[in-house]
């Protein structure tokens, strides 16, 4: 049977759309809901970045699990079943009585996650190499803007329909995703037996560059903590800047998801970029813009200011991933896609953990203009280690005569 991958991607794309929205809805009132259920104000901080972590821990935990089972299930199976479970455990936040709860809801959330990584495995298993960068760029928009978006509509929702409501909404976004991924996302796939499954050792063997396959999940890694360190303290901030009381949270929302508009426009036309100069060149440039845009919001005095800066930095956003994982899949040996993408989620995860973690420690210790400043310079470190990582394989010069020769009639 002949699969029409780029109809899958797009269906794949609502449905890592969906997801990333249901993820991001609870984003913006977060610290208030955990204040509404009883926690102590001196420790709200730190169980929103807790809270935040501990889906992305039991995520990473179980990642290699869910690849291992995509390779032989294949991967729409993998993706219907993460849908599922994420429609019971978001919607069941609606009715948790306490922090604790809380808390073990959203672990059993990141349990029975992954749609997004196995999206991007089976998108990345279909389409054409000199095609994966525009593919995995436009794939990356779903979840990108769905998590960018989904906060400005959460904080609407939160102040319409109350806060508990917006999880009975996200279950029912939720589940209408898993009959959109059962129905329409088409797959052919041959059950394989465990025994008859390359083994991870060998398939790492196989693998033309680990080093630098290792380095690039090192990359996915820092990528993560820079984006999720401001997560816990952010609607705080904005707070504190001066944002109204009466409409903190839809402003918060906003000043999030705005970044979102520009990740949208951004990821396709980089990643066309990737594929015809090196995704490596456009991956340097995210990073080096979002270093200029995270550093200033420590200095800025109003939440206008943050704005602007949030939706630069929606620029960056729409490089870097998509970046990441086209370089990836260009590594990666066939009957091991899945397993290599379920260790770059994993990777992923742990940065989402490390990330809010330390957000929350360095605002409790200092304050939060220290967070953006911490966060600038683990963005220079890893400008530093791409640059290490792709040594020998950047040359100025040569990128230089590729734009020339590609404006040239």
Do not use: H
Not at 117 to 130: E, F, L, R, V
Not at 363 to 383: E, H, K, P, Q, W
């Amino acid at each position: 049977m002949e699969i029409d991958w780029k109809r899958n991607m797009y269906i794949a794309w609502l449905g890592c759309f969906f997801t990333g929205v249901s993820f991001s809805l609870v984003m913006p009132f977060i610290p208030i809901y955990i204040e509404e259920l009883g926690a102590p104000q001196n420790k709200v901080e730190f169980y929103a970045g807790l809270s935040i972590s501990i889906t992305a821990l039991s995520a990473a935990l179980v990642a290699p699990l869910w690849g291992n089972m995509a390779d032989r299930r294949g991967r729409k199976l993998m993706m219907v079943r993460a849908a599922a479970g994420m429609t019971i455990t978001m919607g069941s936040l609606a009715f948790v009585p306490n922090v604790f709860w809380l808390l073990v809801m959203r672990f059993f959330n990141g349990l029975l996650s992954g749609y997004v990584p196995n999206a991007t495995a089976m998108i990345a298993s279909q389409a054409p190499k000199d095609k994966s960068g525009w593919a995995l760029g436009t794939l990356a928009t779903g979840a990108v803007a769905g998590s960018l978006i989904g906060p400005s509509l959460g904080g609407f929702l939160a102040q319409t329909v109350g806060i508990r409501n917006v999880f009975i909404v996200t279950g029912v976004i939720l589940l209408i995703n898993t009959i959109l991924t059962m129905f329409f996302v088409k797959e052919d796939f041959t059950p394989i037996e465990r025994a008859e499954v390359m083994p991870t050792k060998e398939m790492l063997k196989s693998i033309k560059q680990p080093r630098l396959l290792f380095g690039l999940l090192l990359t996915t890694f820092i990528i993560q903590i820079g984006m999720t360190t401001i997560s816990p303290i952010l609607t705080l901030y904005i707070r504190q800047l001066g944002g109204q009381n009466d409409n903190i949270l839809f402003v918060s929302g906003l000043i999030v998801s705005i970044a979102g508009f520009s990740t949208f426009i951004s990821a396709p036309l980089l990643g066309k970029l990737g594929d015809k100069f090196g995704n490596q060149y456009v991956l340097i440039f995210g990073l080096s813009l979002s270093f200029l845009c995270i550093l200033p919001m420590g200095f800025i005095k109003t939440p206008f200011q943050l704005g602007v800066l949030r939706f630069l930095l929606g620029f960056s956003t729409g490089a870097l991933m998509p970046s990441v994982n086209s370089l990836i899949s260009k590594l990666t040996p066939a009957n091991g896609v899945s397993r290599i993408f379920s260790f770059n989620q994993m990777f992923t995860n742990f940065g989402q953990v490390a990330g809010p973690l330390l957000g929350s420690l360095v605002a409790n210790r200092s304050d939060y203009s220290t967070v953006f400043i911490v966060t600038s310079g683990l963005i220079g470190i890893n400008i530093a280690l791409t640059l290490f990582n792709f040594r020998g394989k950047l040359s100025l010069k040569e990128l230089i005569n590729e734009i020339k020769n590609s404006v040239t009639p």
